[in-house]
């Protein structure tokens, strides 16, 4: 896996930017290369709010990526808008909590992730992208947890509560993803 | 030194600080408004001056007044923004004074929209404001780039007392990138600047400006700005080169991001057995002129072909180099349209079909010749 992408995509508030760079941090701490581009463009209040991140062993030549690997979707626009979008083979993840959708494509994996039910169940609403990025990490193995995990530290060890309710999520949302991709390599 | 995930816009802001600039002018406008933000909380920390034009062509005026004290003074804008401090530009350049400039590009002409571009070409490298001058050009591609370039604008500034021009796309301004800071900046030494307008306590008062009235005066004074321009082309070209070998089939020249694409396609290409080699000018003025001839002339190579995000700007000096000694070719999006490399990989099959070359000519002969034995 020489270079990985992958789209976090929502509406404003919901941490995708944020989801976006704590990943690149998390290369940045393996000595990987990485890109992080925002949506960058008129967009209508309410509509989407998207970025991509790229994560090479090598030098990243375009930072702009038609067809990334990982697309993670957190609200149903999103959906409608990147699901076509997945390269083949690739990897989708729905947040289910606030899209009922499915997909039809059968050239890629799809996971579901109830993620603002486990961010609340854990305590902490806003975490629902710690939840995404998790099974992100799990499914993919962009970045390993270690790294992730360190990166969170980092960011928010001055706030305990919020650290320890991401750190919670986060690990939640890692072995959901490693269950589903465990049980898609059993098949 | 640690690395740290910068946006473009920001990293630039922060360069430009490490390399010394104390005064920072600028007017908001899209996609490198952050670089303004940066400046407004960073400078007071500095010591430094952050000041918000009325407008750009306040900015420009400002800007004008700070350099002739000496001081290391900087703005950013994009497009439509630098447009309107082009008199204030010429009138720098005219009154020999080193300022660094900006340009986060985005599509025109007139407002345009907000999205990448590198139409801003023609503007930058030959001249944009009147009169006989041109400005030091320099394009990134990468954030750590666009950093290591800010920090050499100023020094190269001082050195030729000249305007110099940073041109980005807008995805340099708006990507994030790790980027490394020198721990201390460092520069090679540079002349004093007894010109600078200081105070005039205890000596005679003197006197910056662009006006000249008497024609020799004036002619003199353009032709002193032109040996400088003269001593950039023979110090201060710079580009890189990529995977340019002699198996290149085609050449690409382009720059800034659309370079970083070009790179992509060319390493798909390579999977396929095709060799395309990339040319990628860091300095636009002064261009890289002889190494670009020869890289475009090297034995195999059937076509030369310009990548822009822009009508074919950079191009016409691509012809003029190359001087028809190779097929020079165009492909180009503007408008905030960013090309994909699978829109290159298709531009650069279209050139083999249509230049084939002596291989495939003689392949297809050979064939012939069998045809006719049997």
Not at chain 1, 141 to 162: M, P, R
Not at chain 2, 250 to 255: F, K, M, R
């Amino acid at each position: 896996m020489s270079q990985y992408e992958v789209t976090f995509a929502g509406f404003g508030g919901q941490g995708i930017m944020t989801a976006g760079q704590l990943l690149s941090y998390a290369g940045i701490a393996e000595d990987k290369q990485v890109v992080w581009i925002p949506s960058y463009g008129p967009e209508m209040r309410g509509g989407t709010a998207y970025c991509t991140v790229v994560v090479s062993k090598t030098r990243i030549g375009s930072p702009i990526i038609s067809n990334p690997r990982c697309i993670c979707v957190f609200n149903r626009p999103s959906f409608d808008k990147f699901e076509p979008m997945v390269k083949a083979g690739g990897l989708l993840i729905v947040n289910s909590s606030l899209i009922n959708s499915t997909s039809d494509r059968e050239d890629i994996r799809t996971l579901y992730v109830p993620a603002n039910e486990m961010a609340i169940k854990a305590g902490n609403p806003k975490s629902s992208n710690i939840v995404v990025l998790g099974a992100l990490i799990g499914a993919s193995e962009v970045v390993k947890y270690d790294s992730i995990e360190k990166t969170i530290e980092k960011k928010l060890g001055h706030k305990k509560e919020a650290l320890e309710s991401n750190l919670k999520v986060l690990k939640q949302g890692y072995e959901l993803g490693r269950k589903a991709m465990k049980k898609k390599a059993k098949v | 030194m640690t690395k740290v995930l910068m946006k473009g816009n920001e990293a630039i802001a922060e360069a430009a600080i490490k390399a010394g600039c104390r005064a920072y002018f600028c007017y908001p406008i899209t996609p490198q408004s952050e670089v303004a933000e940066y400046m407004a909380k960073r400078m007071p920390e500095v010591d430094g001056v952050f000041l918000q034009g009325e407008s750009e062509v306040g900015v420009g005026n400002m800007l004008f007044g700070a350099a002739a004290t000496g001081r290391r003074v900087f703005s950013t804008s994009s497009s439509p923004g630098i447009s309107l401090m082009q008199e204030s530009i010429s009138y720098m350049a005219g009154a020999q004074l080193p300022v660094v400039l900006v340009n986060i590009m985005r599509g025109g002409p007139g407002l345009g929209g907000i999205l990448p571009a590198q139409s801003d070409y023609f503007q930058s490298v030959k001249g944009g404001g009147h009169g006989d001058y041109r400005l030091l050009v320099l394009a990134p591609s990468t954030i750590q780039e666009a950093v290591d370039l800010m920090m050499l604008s100023f020094h190269l500034a001082d050195k030729y007392r000249n305007p110099v021009m940073m041109i980005g796309d807008g995805m340099i301004g708006q990507m994030m990138e790790p980027v490394e800071f020198p721990d201390k900046y460092e520069e090679p030494p540079l002349p004093d600047k007894p010109w600078a307008l200081t105070g005039a306590a205890g000596r005679k008062a003197q006197v910056v400006k662009s006006l000249f009235l008497d024609p020799i005066m004036l002619e003199k004074n353009s032709w002193l700005l032109h040996e400088k321009y003269e001593q950039m082309k023979l110090n201060e070209t710079r580009f890189e080169l990529y995977k340019v070998n002699p198996k290149n089939e085609i050449l690409i020249i382009s720059y800034g991001t659309m370079a970083r694409i070009c790179q992509t396609a060319i390493d798909e290409l390579e999977e396929h057995g095709i060799s395309v080699g990339l040319f990628r000018p860091v300095s636009l003025f002064p261009f890289p002129e002889q190494q670009l001839l020869k890289a475009a002339t090297q034995k195999g190579v059937k076509a030369v072909l310009t990548v822009e995000m822009s009508t074919a700007q950079m191009h016409e000096d691509v012809q003029r180099i190359v001087m028809g000694k190779t097929p020079t070719e165009f492909f180009g999006r503007t408008g905030g349209v960013v090309p994909s490399p699978q829109e290159v990989i298709d531009q650069v099959m279209g050139l083999l079909d249509k230049y084939p070359g002596k291989k495939k000519a003689q392949h297809s002969a050979s064939k012939s010749k069998k045809a006719q034995g049997k």
